[in-house]
């Protein structure tokens, strides 16, 4: 059986994206696990964590944390680069707006070690907090829909009016996320659950939950009744419902036990950026080439080999 992959310069990128797309929800996670722990000043310095490279003598779990959020940040920085630098030596052969894009996302990157430099010299402000998360979104979101570019290139699965339906909804669960760092940032619902105090922040969060999820639902219905949407995206569409669904209940349970559960907290924000990655791809992912475009082959064995 022949299965026909994008040109080779996409497929290489594309699989390269696919790792960054993954380390960067690490560097998410690992990130609201840094905040969760009240590790983010566990390192006083900044690029270094107590001077060195390797900290020895005061490594523990918080240590531990911040300076392996950094370290897959310099990966993710130095990964970043090098699809750049690639996209510019093979841009004859791939879109214009690739390595623009690159470019884009390199200075994003560049930016968000700014960001973090500041989140410890400036000792954790929230909105800065907040800005870090949000460009990591950003980051998330761009790179999990380039992934797709790549390896699906074409015109987009949906007409224009879904997309931005599409679009509409990954906004909307990113604008969600970032409002709750600002209640986790400014303790809102530990002050709220405890001493009944500053709790519209928390009910605002809570609120807006509702027509965040009805808005990512009504999307994945509508795109299942587009023609041969549902019959060859499906996996991308059950995959947001169920998050949907475990990112509420891990919501409601984690205020049920008073914030009190870190793996719940840190849970929720991963459910979160899922999402982000999920849509996007979704909203990026192109019709794919046919045999007349400059596509290669590879037989059953060889994939099977390849993946092995």
């Known amino acids: 059986m022949q299965v026909i992959y994008p040109p080779k310069p996409h497929f290489r990128l594309g699989q390269l994206a696919a790792h960054v797309v993954v380390a960067l929800i690490a560097l998410v996670v690992i990130g609201g696990a840094t905040r969760v722990m009240e ?16 900290p020895g003598r ?106 931005s339906i599409g679009f509409l909804s990954l906004f909307s669960v990113v604008a969600q996320s970032l409002l709750g760092s600002r209640v986790a940032t400014s303790w809102a619902a530990q002050r709220c659950l405890v001493f009944g105090d500053s709790c519209n922040l928390l009910a605002l969060h809570r609120t807006s939950a509702i027509p965040v999820s009805f808005l990512v639902i009504l999307f994945v219905i509508v795109s299942s009744f587009q023609r041969d949407v549902f019959a060859k995206q499906w996996p991308y569409l059950l995959t947001i419902v169920f998050l949907i669904i475990l990112q509420i209940f891990l919501g409601v349970f984690s205020i049920h036990l008073n914030m009190s559960q870190p793996s719940l907290i840190v849970g929720h924000q991963l459910i979160a950026c899922l999402l982000v990655a999920v849509i996007s791809a979704l909203n990026f992912k192109g019709r794919g080439l046919d045999e007349s475009s400059q596509s290669f082959f590879l037989n059953q064995s060889t994939l099977e080999a390849c993946h092995g």
């Open 58 to 163: 005061q490594m523990n779990l918080q240590v531990f944390l911040e300076w392996f959020h950094r370290l897959d940040a310099f990966f993710v920085g130095v990964v970043l680069i090098a699809q750049f630098v690639l996209s510019l030596r093979w841009a004859k052969t791939l879109p214009k707006w690739l390595p623009w894009t690159y470019g884009f996302l390199t200075l994003l990157v560049a930016f968000q070690g700014f960001l973090g430099a500041l989140t410890v010299l400036q000792l954790l402000p929230s909105l800065i907090v907040i800005a870090h998360l949000a460009v990591a979104f950003t980051l998330v979101a761009i790179m999990s829909g380039v992934t797709q570019q790549l390896l699906n290139p074409g015109k987009s699965i949906f007409p224009l009016w879904l997309q």
């Open 39 to 54: 590790a983010g000043l566990a390192c006083p310095d900044w690029p270094l964590c107590y001077g060195s490279l390797l």
